[in-house]
């Protein structure tokens, strides 16, 4: 089974503009987080979708956003981007929406900001 | 709220030798589950091992083995005959059994040197 696929692997934008990273979830999985991951704050919970639905939410402002479609790929988009938000950004999978299931991380998306 | 101390920075071990990373966390739910990660170089996150809080047996994945003390609240990994691909950064992660929010609550992080 092929793992889970973040595209793309790196992207470079300046402030104010807005950025959209995806998600192919492993098959059969349908829930999909998303974490952010940077020197200072470490990895920080985005949100996670199942179903299409966000399920949960971090404590990010609302110019993250995500959503999920129905062959459960995901989208996560950060508009007016700020130099803070460069960062490694994890989309990770798992069969169901349950805490025991293990969750199966891509290779992330390496956002620089400038 | 739900923390996870990681309080090594940094360890390093000589290959073929055994080191242990340290976790402890902090919750007031009795139902939970535990897992460190590694993310080597290429930041791929892979999971190296899982404890369910309500088994009292530590669990094992081959050279791997987790020091479980519920009571302590902590959560020591070992790695046994310490090889180069070892090298990585290891994460320690919470995750509530019974609350609606699934998110892993993450350590900030070990990093693991391998001296050949």
């Known amino acids: 089974k092929a793992g889970v696929t973040q595209t793309p692997r790196y992207l470079i934008k300046t402030r104010g503009q807005q950025v959209t990273l995806s998600c192919s979830p492993i098959?059969?999985?349908?829930?999909v987080s998303w974490y952010q991951q940077t020197p200072g704050q470490g990895l920080q919970f985005l949100f996670e979708y199942f179903s299409e639905t966000q399920r949960n939410k971090g404590n990010f402002p609302g110019r993250f956003s995500g959503r999920q479609f129905s062959n459960s790929r995901s989208e996560m988009n950060v508009s007016t981007l700020e130099l803070g938000d460069s960062a490694l950004y994890l989309c990770a999978s798992s069969l169901r929406l349950a805490p025991r299931e293990t969750q199966y991380f891509g290779p992330g998306t390496r956002l620089l900001v400038l | 709220a739900q923390t996870v101390t990681q309080s090594q920075p940094e360890m390093s071990v000589q290959e073929a030798e055994t080191v242990t990373l340290s976790c402890t966390y902090d919750?007031?739910?009795?139902?939970?589950?535990l897992f460190w990660y590694k993310q080597p170089p290429s930041r791929q996150m892979i999971l190296v091992i899982r404890?369910?809080?309500?088994k009292q047996q530590n669990a094992t994945e081959n050279r791997f083995s987790v020091n479980f003390q519920k009571a302590a609240k902590s959560f020591s990994l070992k790695i046994s005959d310490s090889q180069l691909g070892d090298a990585a950064m290891y994460f320690c992660?919470?995750?509530?059994?019974?609350?609606?929010?699934?998110?892993?609550?993450w350590g900030a992080g070990t990093k693991l040197i391998i001296k050949p």
């Open positions: 404890q369910e809080a309500y």
């Open positions: 098959s059969g999985h349908r829930s």
């Open positions: 992660a919470y995750r509530d059994a019974l609350d609606s929010n699934y998110q892993l609550i």
């Open positions: 919750t007031s739910e009795s139902d939970y589950y």
